[in-house]
């Protein structure tokens, strides 16, 4: 069912004055650079968007998804039938309860004894019912592993918010708010199991073109598009969201073929067409690319973690047409899912902060860091 709006700005504070998100959600303070506290009661939670698991549920989920943006019902209903065409259940549930086994299986090889719990923005189990649930266990301290590498409001101040929704939700007060106190761990877009996931997945893909297209395939990275306005506040200084996404690619393609060129465009814009986000689309990008003289394409979808609906719907079926109306022999590549080299990372991650260190970006930032305001949040 669609969830209320909770207010997490405690009264007399604006949501881009300090003390900043991060520092509210850690109980007040900054997130420390010194090793946890012995004895406290952790755990890591793995926080995600959520998707529906019916026909059902597909409206209430995206009205979840939308709320407060003034969607029109049609674009609902046009988004709707891309999960009606895979029998109203997104991926991404069981997606996240293999990377939840995956993540618990790291952890005990590395010696870390931590529960571990998974809560969504936007569909069962809901982070502020996951929150109760691990106040109720008694938790202390939740790290919280968001399914999102990179800088953005979507794509890491969202997830900050959602962590303050789930601890003013416990007690109806965004300025007394209960529950564990959190960090989120930093952006691991550069993260070398995330580099090598992404990497072996190129490769694998490279291998599937015809031998005598393969070496001159033009290398394309996605990933979601956002608006222009929420790209230009990215990270401390701005555009910190193509930057990183720049250096991924840049990264994995030097894995496979070192020095090689390659393209990052856009896929899954739903905005209204007077909002600019950034461009190009993928299909228009593929259309370009042929009339270049192009013969062959890899899509690898960078900016993604996991192949949930959107990569599939957006890329093995629209733009997989596209190239092949397009002549382009294609080959898409998949994500990082749950490749060993990338929870191993994920697990360093969460060690590397409860050893102490300086907190980097994602952990702790700013209080404008990403910030949109709510009137201009378009769906991303």
């Excluded at 601890?167 to 959190?182: H, I, L, S, V």
């Excluded at 996605?222 to 720049?246: C, F, K, N, R, W």
């Excluded at 461009?279 to 593929?286: A, S, T």
Aim: proline residues 8%; hydrophobic residues 40%.
């Amino acid at each position: 069912m669609p969830r209320a709006i909770v207010d997490i700005t405690p009264a007399g504070q604006r949501p881009d004055e300090n003390p900043s998100l991060a520092v509210r959600n850690n109980g007040g303070v900054e997130p420390s650079s010194a090793p946890a506290p012995a004895g406290r009661r952790e755990a890591l939670l793995l926080l995600s968007f959520g998707g529906p698991e019916g026909h059902d549920d597909v409206m209430p989920f995206l009205e979840n998804v939308t709320r407060g943006r003034g969607i029109p019902r049609e674009r609902l209903e046009e988004v709707a039938e891309h999960y009606h065409h895979f029998g109203g259940v997104s991926p991404i549930n069981d997606q996240n309860k293999a990377l939840l086994a995956a993540l618990e299986g790291g952890l005990r090889s590395a010696g870390i004894d931590l529960p571990v719990y998974w809560g969504n923005r936007n569909w069962a189990p809901y982070v502020e019912d996951v929150w109760q649930q691990m106040a109720d266990d008694g938790i202390q301290h939740a790290y919280v592993l968001a399914t999102s590498a990179y800088a953005s409001f979507s794509g890491c101040r969202q997830y900050h918010e959602d962590i303050a929704r789930a601890r003013a939700a416990m007690t109806g007060d965004a300025g007394a708010a209960g529950g564990p106190t959190a960090e989120k761990l930093p952006h691991y877009f550069d993260a070398e199991g995330f580099v090598r996931a992404n990497a072996d997945a190129l490769a694998a893909a490279l291998a599937e073109l015809p031998d005598d297209v393969r070496d001159s395939a033009r290398l394309v990275a996605t990933a979601h598009s956002i608006p222009d306005s929420m790209a230009a506040v990215a990270g401390p200084q701005g555009h910190a969201y193509e930057a990183e996404l720049q250096a991924a690619a840049r990264h994995v393609v030097d894995l496979v073929a070192p020095g090689r060129a390659f393209d990052l465009v856009w896929q899954s814009r739903s905005g209204p067409p007077s909002v600019p986000w950034l461009e190009p689309d993928v299909n228009d990008h593929l259309s370009a690319l042929a009339k270049a003289g192009e013969t062959a394409v890899v899509l690898f979808p960078v900016g993604f973690v996991s192949d949930h609906l959107e990569v599939i719907w957006d890329l093995d079926n629209e733009a997989k047409e596209t190239a092949e109306e397009l002549g382009l022999a294609f080959a898409r590549a998949g994500t990082a899912g749950t490749h060993p080299a990338f929870v191993a990372s994920l697990v360093e991650l969460l060690a590397e902060r409860r050893a102490g260190g300086e907190p980097r970006l994602g952990t702790n930032c700013p209080a404008l860091c990403c910030f949109v305001p709510p009137r201009q949040r378009p769906t991303a």
